[in-house]
Structures are given as structure tokens and as C-alpha cells.
């Protein structure tokens, strides 16, 4: 959460990115430091994202964390067999803050955090892989059902018009079927790397909810990391290309 | 949700009885049809009625609902393993319409809703026995965190002052401990009879937001219906004491 | 499994516990050392204590262990879910001898351990209470049937004829259902200090095979040693009595 | 089970297949009936085919079934949550007389099955996919252990000689470590065409005992008819090259 740290999923905030010049500048720094965020954050902050043309105001959300999300031993089975654990520490207070760095605007060489307000509750259930996270969401726009449709759809970012190996073709897979997404079913097609997205309907309380699902060992984690780095290869800021990207860069 | 049936949680709504009287005159019945809630309803219409001094406006909740709820043979194996599955056949609706009626009053021989507005998502989890509910509430007046504790941990109904054999002493048990409750740990404690209430904090969105718990076999099925006709035969509307009080009722 | 100290099922081999005078004799110890077994030994031995008057001979079992039987935090929920691990440290081995010990005589102030030779495959499964093991045994004689089922029906030792507060009425229930039992639906019944049998029919390798069921927690580990405790201040050999007991042993 | 319906299993009695012919004779059909075994049956008759040197004499085997194993909706999560089913109807005589149809030689047009005595206990485990095996076997040879690990890790057949496109490299993989095989971590590798021992260790009682795991879903369903289907057609007795050859056969 430094402010010259780039919090990155390379779909919604490939610009934040630019922060890694401010990091040299500022530390003296040859390398750098490129963070992508907590597991439970990505599918909500790509959903966010793709929303994002509406302004999205405030939201709830509760989500149903996989076991492999605690890392390993982890939880111990005797806690997590056939039980919700409704609490899991620090991960609310991250989900809502780093949702909001993500979506921010660079300012000034900064990130200006989106004014979004967001309200979690985290748990864990008893399912292997796959977040699942139920979501209500106030926008300042009013788009039909079909425009938040078609936004989720079409939702795109640099990993995919940049063709970066990891990329899904479509970060974000929206779902018709009234039981779907499902972890067991759906958290690894497309590699684990898209956001599955499904039950878009109104929200009698904050206009709009829905329920998504991203895969936490793959998109939450190793594939978040390996996506950052295929995008800082593909802009120069690793390898070969970064010496002289960076050095011209300095010029500056 | 007809008119003239209560739907009733005798620690809620005792006085919705009366319904049975318009019942008789209406249809000319001997007895009369007093119905128990969903059970996913009556953890949060019970949370709700404890609140109701403090006037619950909106109300966003997301159930993990057990398996035992969907009956049985209920749901399949191979859906329910480790798994998440999003949606329950007309339980959100339920869920939302039910608890208006319940925390509604009495106006002229009808029930009138509340104005509470609920937004529900519905989701089943591998676990055996017992509702879990994250829910945030906006209300009308501004009550301190302790105040919130002593409503909930205060509330009682006709069924405590009665002394009903089947009423737990409190009908809603509050936790202190960030990890609590939990359905494996807390469901079967009062003998199923108590809602639990945990996590009571601020909520960003909507004000206030706590997770509850209640036993869908016993509080919310079986135990309900024993509670209610525990009631009924207090009041003497079942039983020998019926038959006066119904006669004397009849007269005016 | 030293040879000075009793390892003892009150129901099979309560006269071990006159190796506590010994204890007493060749160590000098005014207290003593009583055991129970292991949570996977209790079902077993129980189980072969009551064909005793056939001569069990040679015995193949394989067990599905309960998760609560490796103790808190135990098995990572990421190794226990939807999984079988077919192995558990030093189980068999335990299993094999233990069995022997409790099932054999007192010879000359020693346990002579009995003849049956045992082969256990020790797994643990998703269970959260209750051992299941398959069971197949040759005997020495050959009953019927008939008189396998009384033989467990029947089966009763001290704690049964003294009452001991512990003491489920029947050590062994038998079922007839073929699909019991089930640690979900049987292992909380008579306490948990009851052994569960079903499935007795012919093995066409040792003879006769079935199925045993019992609580690793109650009759498997607490339950074990209070029931032994209670046997032990029954016989004076502890408690108040047993200074008198002991004095009066001493003197022979 | 039928005599002049070959029940396959490619690497194990792809002679069988023989009796295509002698159903074309007898029933003069012009198609055939080709079956695989039960989905509990292709583990053990796979690793009894790999121990047929050794003359496998007597085998108690205990199973954990995958949910999977039951079809769809199968059993009810109410049942199969954190519980094992010690029964599974008509499981057992499948296993028993299938394995030793499928391990029986071809004698005078019809199999003549194998001699092995096979006692089975067959249950159901909350696991998805896989079905694990405890078995204890005697053997008329008298093998080392290394001579038994060779003789799985070196079990090959016509699917790896015709370097058929669904057969495993290996039909047998052997484990050393001691946890292993677990069917969370090794049921889908190979394709799940693969049966994986481990703990091969002497039995007490039958002489060796080892634990193996197969893919219902593929090894023994939808992988077990495809290499039958494969080896049809490589054998010529399905595809155009079938015409000629039955032609060709039916003038011996």
C-alpha cells in the first residue's frame, strides 16, 4: 500500500506502472518493486473495473474463501470441515482498500484512490480453489441490465491487446445460467485466469448485485505475478529493453 | 403470505395471532392456519426485530445456507463437495417479503409490511446444519455499538415472559470472539433454539454489519412450528382453553 | 506397552489391573500407571473380545480414521478435504500389538499376549468423528452366524454388572441394516461408549467379515480412561479404599 | 458376466477378445459385445494382472469409493458430508467375480476364470474422484519386495506395445513415499488412465499387502471403453479393416 508502489492487475491499472519510474527516482533503485493484490481482491476490482465507465459509489460485499487461500497447513480440518469461518484476518480492511488503490488514477506521480466505498465481509467455506464473493453495487450511471451485460463482456485491458502469453482472451466470463459460476465448475476453465461473473440482477437496496468467482491460487496469486511480469516485459521495464527504456526514461 | 395468515416468530410478531379470529369469521373455520417462517428468514427477521427500536431502513444479506435446508435427498454430492452453489429457488424473494410481514404490525385486522427494504443473496455450502448470514443494516436512528450489543443481547418475546418449554432463555446469544459463530461450533447450543450474533461492527456503506447464525432444522423448521404451538396453547387459542377463549372472542 | 502396565478395556480384560500390585512391588510407587489404547485399538479389541470363545486367529482390518483422531491442529484441511491419506505414523503397528496385549492372559503376574495375528491398513479419511474399520477374522471354531450375532449382542463384562456411571448398557450394538454403521448417523448413539457392528457375513478368505464402528474421542480417548478410572476406584484400587486394598494386598 | 462376452481390460486379457468371434458364430451377429469391468474392478484386476507371475491365490480387499462413482444425482450430500457408507449394492460380487473373469484364461472358446479367492468390502467415501483400495494377497511365489515393486513398474501390455493413443506409458505407477497414493494429488495424473500402488509392505496374515487408487471416471468408465474401442480398431475387429478380418476369421 505505498503510495510508490504499484498495486497492478494489468487489465484495470497497467498505468500505475509508470510509479515504478518514481521508485528509481525517489530510492535510488535499480530494480523495483511491481505488487499484484490479495487474493480476494482481484475479482472484485477487475468487476469494479469493468463497471467503472458507470462510477461505481459504494458496495457490499461477502465472500466465500477457498481453503487454499490460507496457504499451507493453513486452516486445520477440524475447523474448516462442514463450517464457515466468518472471519479471516486483515483480509476486509485489505479488500477494501486495495480495491480502491487499484482503481485510482495516477496524479501527480501518485495514485489518487478511487472514491469508491466498500464494505466486506470475509469468510471461509470448505471449497479447495476459487473465491466466491456476493456483491452489491451503487453506480452514479444508470445503465440498463444489458449495458452492465455487455460491460462485463467486453471488458479488455492491455494483456489482451497486447496478446501477454497468461492473458485470457476475455478477463471477465459472464455467466446466464441461474446457479453459476461455481467454484467445483468453473474456477479452471480459461486457465484460472478470467473472473467469472454471473446472477447480474437489481439490487432492491444499491441498485445492482451479483455474484462472481476468480481462482485465488491462479488469478489471486502466481498467475497475477506471472501476468505482471509478461506486462512489464512486453513495456520495457524488464529485461533487455528496461536499460535502455529506463535510461531514456532518466533523460527525462 | 396470505393476509390472513400470521406468520409468526413468537419472540417477533406474538400479536399477529389475532389474525386466527379474522380467519374464523372469514372462512368460517373451526381452527385456523398459523404458518413458522423460511428458514433462512427467521435468523434475520429475529436480528431485525431486536433492532426494530432503532428502525432498520435497508438491509443487505448473503446467506450460506446447509445442506439439511434443502431437504432430503436435497442436493446431489457431487453438486454440494466442496462447492459453492449461488442461487436457491425462491429463497430471496422469501427471504425479503417474509421478514417485512413478520416485523409488520397490526392495522385493522391485516398485517402491514414493514418498510424495511432487504436485498438477499441466497447461496447453499457444504455444511450439515445451520444458517449463516452476513448481513449490514442502515437504520433510522444512531445507536452506539453498545447500545446494539444489549438490544440484541436483551431482546426477549412472549416466549421468555411465558416460560414456554421449548423457548431458550435468550433468544439471541451475542459473541464477543472475531471467529464466531460458527455452525459446527455454535448451531447446536440452546438447543438450536437461539440465533447467534456475531462480528457487530461498523459497516461504511450501510452502518452497522454483524453475521448471524440459527439452526434451519430446529429454529428454523421443526423447533418454529413446536414454539408456535406452544404459544397458541398459552394464549388459548389451542387446546380446551380454545374453546372458552374463542367463544368469548366470538362475542365481541 | 511395557510389560508392568495394564493396558485395559474394562469390558475385555479388567483383570489386567493386577499388574498394578506388581508395579507397586517392583517399582516402589505408591500410585500406578493404568492405560487405555489407541483410538483405532478400542473397536477392535472390543470387537474380538466378544468372538474370544471362538479363537480368533488371524484377522485383516483396514480402518478409516476420523479426523478429530490426530488431535488440533492435526491434518491441514487442505490435505483432509474430499481426500483419503493411506497412512498414519505407527498406527498399524499399534493397532496389531495392542490388540494382542489386551486380548491376552495373566501368567505369572505378566500378559501373555494373545495368539491373533493381526493386519492393519490404517488410513484417515474426511470424517469428523467416529472410526469405521472393515474388519475380516478367522477363527478357531465355527459358529454359526447366529452365534456370531449373539456373541456380540451379549458381550458384557465389569462394567456392565458393577453399573458403572460410564458403562454403556450394551458394549456392542449390533445392526442389521445393510448400510450401517455410519459415523454421521451412529456415533453419538449410547454416549459414544458403545462399539457398532454391521455387515457380519461370510468371508471367502478368513471366514467371517463385518464391519465396526466406534468414537475415537469418547470410547477411543476421554471416555477410555474415565471408564477405566471408574473400574479402578470400583475395585479399590483407587480412592480411599484402596489404601485399605493395597495394605491389605501388601501383606500377602 | 455373460461366457461369450469379453469383459476387457487392454493390458490384462486383450486376448479376450477373441470371443468376438464366437458371438458372431453363436448369436451371428454382425457387431459384438465388448464390456469393461466395474469401476472398483480395474484397479485391483489391473494389479493382479502385474502380480499373475507370482499366482495370486487369496485377496481381502476394503475400498473407498469416489461420489463419482455413483452416477449423477447419486448419493445425497446429507449422506455422503463428512460420513463413510459401508455399503454399496451388488459392489462386492462385482468385484469379486469380475477380477477373476477378466485375470481367467481363454480355454476352448470360452474363459476359464482365475482360481484367486477375492473377498471385497466395498464403501463410499466423500471423496469426487477416485477410488482408493486396501489389499492384502497371498500368492503361491514366494517374490522379494523388490521383485514385486519390478513386477508393477515393469507391467506393460498390448495398449504400450500398439502404442495406443489413450494408453498411460505406465499402466502401474509405484509410489514409495509412505502417504502416497492420495487421490486429491495423483488421480488425474497420466490422464487418469494410470492405477498408482504404494505401501507395498508384508501382510502378517496373507503374506503382502499394498494400497492402490484408480480414476473411476476414466480408467474405469468413459478411458476403460475408449482403449477398448482403440484396440478394436488396431485389431481390426471395429473399422473398415473389421470386414475383411471377421470375413477372414469366419473361414477357419
Redesign the interface.
Known amino acids: 500500500m505505498n503510495p510508490c508502489v504499484p498495486l497492478v492487475i494489468p487489465e484495470v491499472n497497467a498505468e500505475h506502472l509508470e510509479l515504478a519510474h518514481r521508485q528509481r527516482q525517489e530510492k535510488g533503485w535499480r530494480g523495483g518493486l511491481v505488487t499484484n493484490p490479495n487474493c480476494a481482491t482481484v475479482g472484485l476490482a477487475m468487476a469494479l473495473g469493468a463497471l467503472r465507465p458507470f462510477v461505481p459509489r459504494?458496495?457490499?460485499v461477502?465472500t466465500?474463501q477457498a481453503?487454499?487461500g490460507a496457504g499451507?497447513?493453513?486452516?486445520?480440518?477440524?475447523?474448516?470441515?462442514?463450517?464457515?469461518?466468518?472471519?479471516i484476518q486483515g483480509e476486509e480492511e485489505k479488500l477494501?482498500t486495495e480495491t480502491q488503490k487499484i482503481l485510482g488514477t495516477l496524479e501527480g506521480g501518485a495514485v489518487r484512490a478511487h472514491g469508491v466505498?466498500?464494505?466486506a465481509?470475509t469468510?471461509r467455506?470448505?471449497?479447495?480453489d476459487g473465491h466466491?464473493e456476493?456483491v452489491?453495487v451503487e453506480l452514479s450511471e444508470t445503465p440498463t441490465r444489458e449495458e452492465l451485460l455487455e460491460a462485463f463482456a467486453r471488458f479488455s485491458g492491455e494483456p489482451q491487446s497486447l496478446g501477454l502469453p497468461s492473458a485470457p482472451r476475455r478477463p471477465i466470463v459472464v455467466h446466464e445460467r441461474?446457479?453459476?459460476?461455481?467454484?467445483?465448475?468453473d474456477v479452471e476453465s480459461h486457465g484460472g485466469m478470467a473472473v467469472h461473473v454471473?446472477?447480474v440482477r437489481p439490487?432492491?437496496?444499491?441498485g445492482w448485485?451479483f455474484?462472481l468467482l476468480s481462482h485465488n491460487m491462479v488469478r489471486g496469486a502466481a498467475g497475477a505475478a506471472l501476468l505482471n511480469a509478461e506486462l512489464l516485459v512486453a513495456r520495457g521495464l524488464v529485461g533487455r529493453a528496461r536499460e535502455r527504456k529506463f535510461a531514456a526514461a532518466g533523460r527525462h
Open positions: 459504494r458496495v457490499v461477502t466465500f481453503l487454499s499451507y497447513p493453513g486452516v486445520a480440518s477440524l475447523d474448516a470441515a462442514a463450517n464457515v469461518i466468518p472471519f477494501e466505498t466498500i464494505s465481509q469468510t467455506v470448505p471449497v479447495l466466491t456476493a452489491s441461474a446457479d453459476r459460476p461455481q467454484p467445483r465448475l454471473g446472477r439490487c432492491p437496496v444499491l448485485k455474484v
